[in-house]
């Protein structure tokens, strides 16, 4: 069974090692693969019509940009408005979306999770990860800020330029853009500096560099 991660870019994608750790100890794993492709919004139509893979893990900047050409979304995937995971059923492509799950896994262990819930939230970025994290927070009672270039519409928070962002204090941070990751990672997020106090907590969703 052949799988894979798609995305520009995608070079910088850790997928493959994951997944063949994820394998090591499956009886099965000699009749798995995984590899990562380079595809590009404009492809992305052809790339899920020709590809004989099995399931597909999709990446920036693909998770709403696949949304038309899938032939069915799970629920999750639904309400947020992107996808990450594809699957190949009989009825042709499934979009699922299981980043709202993982970012709550690793933000719900918080020792000071509900004294985070009485600060807003300011989420860095518009995209679909921006979407997913915005949902696992919102559907858990927080509150907050989408900082953006241009708003896009669909979130249960409000979108504001970066420059406008204000609060006396945000209580989480997330980095949402792709700002950061190799092969430019000098290039900074635009964070709210202008804050009169640090958040309790910030989260950077890019992993290259680790």
């Known amino acids: 069974m052949h799988f894979g ?4 870019p995608i070079a910088h994608s850790k997928s493959p090692l994951l997944f063949a750790e994820f394998w ?3 009886p099965w794993r000699n009749k798995f693969s995984y590899e990562k492709i380079h595809v590009e919004p404009a492809d992305l139509q052809r790339f899920l019509t020709e590809t004989t893979w099995s399931g597909v ?8 940009a696949i949304l038309p050409l899938l032939d069915e979304l799970s629920p999750q995937a639904q309400a947020i408005g992107a996808v990450n995971t594809v699957v190949r059923t009989d009825k042709g492509w499934l979009g699922h979306n299981t980043d709202a799950d993982g970012f709550w896994e690793v933000i719900a262990p918080y020792p000071d999770l509900k004294e985070l819930q009485k600060l807003p ?4 970025g518009n995209g679909g990860a921006a979407r997913a994290v915005v949902h ?3 559907s858990s009672g927080f ?3 989408i900082g953006c270039r241009t708003q896009k519409g669909g979130f249960a ?3 504001i330029p970066f420059d406008r962002l204000l609060a006396p204090r945000f209580g989480l941070v997330v980095q949402c853009t792709s700002l950061g990751m190799d092969p430019h990672p000098e290039i ?3 964070l709210p500096y202008w804050t009169s106090e640090p958040p309790m907590l910030a989260l950077d969703l890019v992993y290259t560099p680790i």
Do not use: D, F, M
């Open 143 to 145: 509150s907050g800020q």
């Open 136 to 138: 696992a927070l919102h």
């Open 157 to 159: 928070w409000p979108e």
């Open 121 to 124: 939230v300011c989420i860095l």
């Open 57 to 64: 893990n999709v990446t920036v900047p693909l998770k709403t």
């Open 188 to 190: 900074l997020p635009p």
């Open 24 to 26: 090591a100890e499956h």
């Open 5 to 8: 991660v798609i995305g520009a």
